[in-house]
Structure formats: C-alpha cells, structure tokens
C-alpha cells in the first residue's frame, strides 16, 4: 500500500517523539512492502512564529489531503504564561478538530504487565483494568461562546450540545462496546447540568436499540472516584469534551507513565494519531521524552487508519519487548537505567527489521 501521511510534530517534545514514531513506522512498512509518503506541517507555537496562524490553511489542506495525520503535541510556556495573548498554540489544536470533524477521541487505558510496580495504585487493583475512553471533541464548553464584560471582572464560557452531536457519539461508543464486552458507561453530571441531563435522555433513549449492551450511569465525581477504586469495572467510558479530557488524564496515570497513551481522534475526514501527553517543554532537546505514546499512537493509525492489523500488532508487541526488557526512558527506569528519546526509537526499529 501507498500510506501518505501528514506529519505535524509541533511543538516542545513532539519532533523528537514524532520522529521515534516515524522510524518504527518507516521499519514495519519496509517489512510488510508498505510505501509511506510523509508530508511535514507547521502547528501550534511554530506556526505561530512562521505565519502567525497556529493552524495555517496550507496544514489544512495537506490534513485534508493525507490518508492519516500524526501529530505530536503543541504549547510553550511564553504563550501559558501570558493569559492576555489573542494568538495560542492550542487554538490550533481546537481548529484542526472543527475543521476536519473530528468529533470523537479514542483512548484506551492500558495497563503493561512489566509496569505494573510503576502504577500508583496497587497490582491487584490495575492488573486486569482494560478500558477505552471515547470523548465527545467538538462540542460542549471547549467551543462555546466565550469572554468577559465589560468591567473584565465577569467571565463566562458557555456549554452547549445539540442532540445530533450526543447521539452520534453514543452511537459510536454502543459500536466499540458492541466489539468489546458489551458494556457502556456514559458518565454525565445530570443532578446539575442541562447539557448532562440532554445526555441522560439521549442515552436512555437509545438504550433499546442495544439490547445487548448493558448501559450505567455515573456523575463524572463518581466516575472519577470508581477510575481509582476499581478501573477493571469499566469496558467502554462514553462522556462530554471537558469531562473527558479530565478522566482521561486521570485514568492514563494508572499504567505508571503518561507519556505511554496513544489515541486516536475520528470524524467526518482525516483522522488524526497522537500521544495524550503535552508538550513538555522543559524537556525539549534533552532526549528524555517517552516516545512509546506516540509510537503506539502510530500502531492505533494503522489499525484504525489503514487496517493493517498485524503491522499495528507487531508494533505493539515489540513496544511490550522494550517495556520487558528495560529499554525505556527516564520517566520509568530512572535516571540512571534510563535510554535516550532516539536510543529507544532505535531499538524498537532495530527489532521490526
């Protein structure tokens, strides 16, 4: 196959995880007779500082263009330390959903056996824990009107769904649980919000057309509180913008690393591949990054993309190798044990060919 795909690296750590990603998967598709096409384009701080537009019309366009976009992460502390700034790098990010409809984030919390003394919580409570998170991306208050009166002292930003918006992601959560263990959770704050409770009735509405499916309800405190509690009681996690990018952050620390959650968000047009981690910034040039995020986030891109099953599983398998048997960065070994950002990009194409 011909894959032409669109590379966004970004800002902070993402060219150095990007590009540990792009040598794994240069390797898996040398192996299996694949031709990669790989397209570079600017977001985030560097488009900002290139064109003044941190997701510029041409990034667009070769999005719209590719087969799949990899993307690494974007923000810098100059723009986070400055709330008065019209221009951030994360309205790039906001852009690149809205534009390429890419309503649905995907996050599987995995749990590595080699890492579970890594977990801050305890073995028995993570060893089987399995679940996917599916949260709703263009939507809810992340893209509701915004701004302050006139005094600037009154801040508003305004949550907003529409039926439509819910039922299409509930819909494509029943179809994950449909494949999974046939088991949803659609996680809301009804007692409170209208939105939730717009949800509540979506949900509950299309619960018959799932029989097979065994549908909860939680408030996102409980579900919260159940993510530490007991993870292993979730299969499929169905839920809003704001709250999902909460619990998704919460539910990635349990495998011991951040920086080893890839996801995946699809829409309406090109999907787009990424690790959940940020920029980290402080890290930028020292080959410290994990890049095992992003290079499973290209594994999820050529099951999900492509449906190149057994490339994205060998991917998968020597990532387990290299968790196995110590190749990892600091983030998980320590300092003293740890491989560099491009030693372990190295090794885990070394081990494909």
């Not at 700034?85 to 390429?100: I, S």
């Not at 809003?240 to 080893?260: C, Q, R």
Request: net charge negative; aromatic share 8%; hydrophobic share 40%.
């Amino acid at each position: 196959m011909n894959l032409d795909i669109a590379v966004l690296a970004g800002d902070g750590i993402g060219p150095e995880v990007v590009d540990q990603a792009q040598k794994v998967s240069n390797a898996i598709a040398k192996k299996y007779g694949h031709t990669i096409n790989w397209t570079p384009a600017l977001t985030g701080a560097a488009a900002i500082d290139a064109v003044g537009n941190p997701y510029p019309d041409e990034t667009h366009q070769i999005c719209m263009n590719a087969d799949a976009v990899l993307f690494g992460a974007i923000g810098l502390p100059r723009f986070d330390n400055d709330p008065s700034n019209p221009v951030r790098p994360e309205q790039g990010l906001l852009a690149m959903r809205k534009k390429l409809g890419l309503y649905a984030n995907i996050r599987p919390t995995l749990v590595f056996p080699s890492l579970l003394h890594k977990s801050p919580l305890r073995q028995e409570l993570i060893e089987n824990a399995d679940f996917v998170c599916i949260r709703e991306l263009t939507g809810g208050i992340y893209f509701g009107d915004k701004g302050r009166d006139e005094s600037r002292n009154t801040a508003y930003d305004h949550c907003v769904y529409t039926r439509e918006e819910v039922e299409r992601i509930i819909r494509l959560a029943y179809s994950y649980a449909m494949q999974r263990n046939k088991k949803l959770t659609i996680v809301d704050k009804a007692n409170v919000l209208e939105t939730s409770r717009l949800w509540r009735e979506v949900g509950q509405g299309l619960e018959k057309e799932y029989p097979e499916v065994k549908t909860e309800y939680l408030l996102v405190d409980a579900a919260a509180m159940r993510i530490i509690q007991w993870p292993e009681g979730f299969d499929v996690m169905v839920t809003e913008n704001m709250f999902g990018d909460i619990l998704t952050d919460e539910a990635s620390v349990i495998s011991g690393s951040m920086g080893l959650m890839p996801s995946a968000s699809i829409g309406l047009h090109t999907s787009v591949f990424e690790p959940i981690h940020g920029s980290y910034p402080q890290a930028t040039g020292l080959n410290i990054a994990n890049p095992i995020g992003t290079v499973l986030s290209a594994a999820m891109m050529f099951e999900y993309a492509f449906k190149l099953m057994d490339e994205a599983q060998e991917i998968k398998d020597v990532v387990n190798k290299s968790l196995a048997e110590g190749v990892v960065t600091e983030d998980i070994a320590g300092k003293d044990k740890a491989y560099g950002t491009s030693e372990v990009g190295d090794w885990l194409a070394a081990q494909i060919k």
